[in-house]
């Protein structure tokens, strides 16, 4: 059974930092690709990075230079590392997966970034 489960989100105030980690379990992650999403109030989800099974990465442009994906393959875990951060950055972020033909999402974790 395919899981995935973000933590890490906390309120944090404009200009400061914050580690996301996704924890997977049911599949070979060292050989998939994992992203970031995020969903902000009132709006779209939304995609904020993906890193693939070679270690490449790509990054929403508003994001870009101020995120870092990364991943442990030992621990099948993504993490995303953010700075910088904006009240703009307020959302729930997920990790999602594809696998077999099918998207996997896990329930996300909330994100605040206010003063």
């Known amino acids: 059974q395919v899981q995935l489960e973000e933590s890490g989100g906390v309120l944090v105030q404009p200009g400061g930092s914050l580690k996301l980690s996704c924890a997977t379990s049911?599949?070979?992650?060292?050989?998939?690709?994992v992203r970031w999403y995020r969903q902000a109030p009132g709006k779209e989800r939304e995609y904020v990075a993906l890193i693939n099974s070679d270690g490449v990465t790509n990054y929403e442009a508003s994001v870009k230079g101020r995120f870092t994906i990364s991943r442990d393959d030992a621990k099948s875990m993504a993490y995303l590392q953010m700075t910088q951060l904006r009240p703009e950055d307020t959302a729930v972020y997920y990790c999602n997966a594809f696998i077999r033909g099918m998207n996997y999402w896990g329930k996300g974790t909330l994100v605040t970034v206010s003063s």
């Open positions: 049911g599949f070979t992650f060292s050989t998939h690709s």
